[in-house]
């Protein structure tokens, strides 16, 4: 059975998890609607953000693009697009739609 993790559970050493905002919530990134309100409008450089990642979100920012299309207008290697879409997403500051679409929140 899951005593070991129950009993974690049970002395406060670990947190249930039940969804995917409980992880973001653990992992202290919040997803609250009224943050990605208050995000929308503001340029790259109001957010603190890394190069990699302000290069994407003005990309972005301009419009819609699939992956295909930034990966070919920033010429960044695929794994590192991957990571920096993957924490803009995290952040609240883009979604992918279907499709691999990127856009803003």
Known sequence: MSFGTNELIRKGMAEPVFS?????????????????????????????????????????ELGEKNFDEICELTQLPVEVLNLHLTELEFSGLIKQLPGRIYTLS
């Open 20 to 60: 995917a905002e409980d992880l973001l919530f653990h992992l202290g990134i919040n997803t609250e609607c009224s943050k990605k309100s208050k995000l929308r409008g503001r340029g790259s450089n109001e957010l603190k953000l890394t190069g990699n990642q302000k290069i994407l979100f003005d990309l972005i």
